[in-house]
């Protein structure tokens, strides 16, 4: 069973979500009739996220992944290059025809001087010509990217503002981009960062409805939509009255007040995260930071007696009962309920948003999400990505088999004169890659494999990933990926030889047709790629809620709304788990996202193949 999210399309902003539950769907291109403008498109989108990015196969609801204690690295992994002016070749066709063929082979590596554009809207639309007709889209820029462009703009009857020439396809319309001017950049949303691990920071909701915003609320609009921080106010009032303490300035953890002020949510740079007693006003008064204990018991079922008020659960919306006191099942559609031109929507507990930016007003620090949105950081976890990434294969690199270590701390093996094996001292940590001789032993019941360094490895504590057989017509050269979905790998090809391997995690069975998210098996072409894209969904089986992860990093459909893509909410690749669609590592993804075709060009933040330029193979088997 599959699950998609089709965004509102023009010219009917108001259109309902779709969602499909019998089989996987493809994922829409946009459709423009023509002479619709689309300025108004790109509003209709700022509302609704991008709006032809589809969900998988009910991605599992996410928890926190705490791994390394930064978000960014300061290595890349062998093979992985930023997508920018040298990511491919530049060049291409000139003049109305399209450029969307294959770049240009003699094209020069040299870094491009010339002029950019910038986007200034949510999503601005890539045609193969100067002309706005679904048949031609072939990828889009969102705000902030960054383009090459091939001259000055050229005047159209379709666009009076000039079609810009991208380098090395394309064409965009000057009404929804601009030069690329400090002004007009800093203007705009944060660009993906292609150098850290994901190209954006996500933010994790740790509690039930926490509200999106389209704008800073007041402190009064803040204590409307937010009656937890009343309570939690008047509760530590109350408290203080009977012990005679008294605020100060330094508050109860000995800060002083912050002298933020005002700040322009759109300034760049990222605030250092606070306690979590300071973050729920900033710090500027004792009584306000000891809300946050407050709200914590709250959440852990154990307010002092006296703490609640006289509503009954009947009349308390579903974001403030617990789960388990007998509230409706939640949907997604539920997340509007009390929206208004202030309030968006509210957040289930588990939901991530990817951060544009973060910084204070009204005496408190906010997330301005990708699509945005202001949330309240107070009530998020900034999330550290899994750090783990695969190998190169080859050239300056390992040569198959090579064995992944999937336990925390496995033994290793040396084979001693008597020819017992007997373990080593040294231990071997898990996703350690090993390249192996091929040779294996059998001992006590096990197979045990011989490393290229010369000891031995328990078969069972290992994931191999060994040499697959090419599809009979594939070109020499052809790139095509192979996943093992028995093995839980995934091996990248050129014609017969191996250039990258990793571990994966595909879709989990399930013992009814409801909680079986099994991966689909065949052999298929990249059909779109987007540099991330929002999946959310309703759960299919009982008991499990809603979910919506923005901005997914580096998605590859290939097959309705099966993708491979980067998951960074968890850290448990080399065993099934997602809901249909094929988890990698971000580093991973991110390297297989550059690789593949259709290629994504510096600025670009999706792309279709077509008949000139069709995506890799994939093949998937067990």
């Known amino acids: ?132 007709t679904s048949d031609k889209l072939i990828g889009y820029m969102r705000s902030g990217g960054k383009a090459p462009v091939d001259g000055a703009p050229i005047p159209k009857p379709n666009c009076k503002e000039g079609w810009y020439r991208l380098i090395p396809r394309g064409f965009v319309c000057g009404r929804h981009v601009s030069a690329a001017t400090p002004d007009a950049i800093a203007a705009s949303e944060t660009p993906p960062d292609f150098d850290a691990i994901v190209p954006y920071k996500y933010a994790y909701n740790t509690k039930d409805g926490t509200p999106l915003y389209k704008e800073i609320p007041s402190r009064e609009q803040m204590e409307q939509y937010e009656p937890y921080l009343v309570k939690a106010s008047s509760k530590v009032h109350a408290q203080d009255a009977s012990d005679g303490s008294v605020a100060t300035s330094a508050g109860k953890h000995g800060r002083g007040a912050r002298d933020g002020g005002d700040a322009d949510p759109r300034e760049r740079g990222t605030e250092p995260e606070r306690s979590r007693s300071d973050a729920v006003d900033g710090g500027s008064n004792a009584l306000r930071a000891r809300a946050a204990d407050v709200l914590a018991a709250a959440d852990a079922g154990t307010l002092p007696d006296g703490a609640a008020d006289d509503e009954t659960d009947q009349d308390l919306p579903w974001w403030q009962l617990a789960p388990d006191a007998g509230r409706k099942t939640v949907t997604l559609e539920d997340m509007a309920e009390g929206a208004d031109g202030v309030l968006v929507k509210r957040m289930a507990r588990g ?42 294969v080859g050239t300056g690199g390992m040569e198959l088999p090579v064995a992944f270590v999937m336990l925390d701390h496995a033994n290793s093996f040396e084979l001693g004169p008597d020819k017992e094996l007997k373990k ?5 940590t898990r996703f350690e890659a090993l390249a192996l001789t091929g040779r294996t032993e059998e001992r006590g019941g096990g197979t045990y494999r011989e490393t290229k360094e010369g000891f031995w490895v328990r078969d069972r504590n290992v994931t191999v990933v060994e040499p697959a057989t090419p599809p009979a017509d594939v070109g020499e050269h052809e790139k095509w990926i192979d996943v093992n979905l028995t093995r839980q790998t995934l091996v990248a090809y050129e014609g017969s030889r191996p250039v990258y391997a990793t571990l994966i995690s595909s879709g989990k069975k399930g013992a009814t047709k409801a909680t079986d998210h099994s991966t689909v098996e065949g052999e298929f072409r990249i059909r779109e790629k987007h540099v991330a894209a929002t999946m959310d969904g309703d759960g299919a089986a009982p008991g499990e809620g809603p979910y919506s992860i923005q901005d997914v990093p580096y998605v590859m459909y290939f097959k309705g709304s099966y993708a491979i ?31 593949t075709d259709p290629q994504v060009p510096q600025g670009w933040h999706g792309a279709w193949a077509t008949e000139d330029m069709p995506g890799t193979r994939i093949v998937l088997h067990e």
């Not at 080593?424 to 071997?428: D, M, P, S, T, V």
């Not at 590592?585 to 690789?595: E, G, H, K, L, N």
Request: a positive charge; proline letters at 10%; aromatic letters at 8%.
């Open 565 to 595: 893509h980067g998951a960074f909410w968890h850290n448990n690749f080399g065993r099934k788990m997602s809901h249909g669609c094929v988890n990698m590592a971000p580093a991973d993804a991110r390297r297989v996202f550059q690789w």
């Open 1 to 132: 069973m599959a699950t998609k999210r089709t965004r509102p399309q023009p010219p009917a902003p108001q259109a309902s979500r779709q969602r499909t539950r019998d089989k996987a769907v493809a994922a829409p291109r946009p459709r423009w009739p023509s002479g619709i403008s689309l300025a108004i498109a790109a509003v209709v989108a700022v509302g609704a996220g991008t709006w032809w990015a589809s969900a998988c196969k009910q991605e599992p609801k996410p928890a926190v992944v705490r791994t390394a204690p930064s978000a960014r690295v300061e290595t890349v992994p062998p093979g992985v290059q930023p997508l920018g002016p040298g990511a491919a070749a530049l060049g291409g066709d000139a003049g109305d025809a399209a450029s969307a063929e294959a770049l240009d082979a003699g094209a020069s590596d040299a870094p491009y001087d010339g002029p950019f554009v910038v986007a200034r809207v949510l999503t601005a639309p890539i045609y193969s010509a100067m002309s706005r």
């Open 424 to 428: 080593r001292k040294a231990r071997l």
């Open 351 to 392: 939901f991530f948003v990817a951060v544009d930016r973060m910084f204070r007003r009204n005496d408190r620090t906010w997330i301005r999400t990708t699509e945005g949105l202001y949330a309240p950081s107070d009530r998020m976890s900034i999330n550290s990505p899994p750090t783990f990434h695969g190998v190169e």
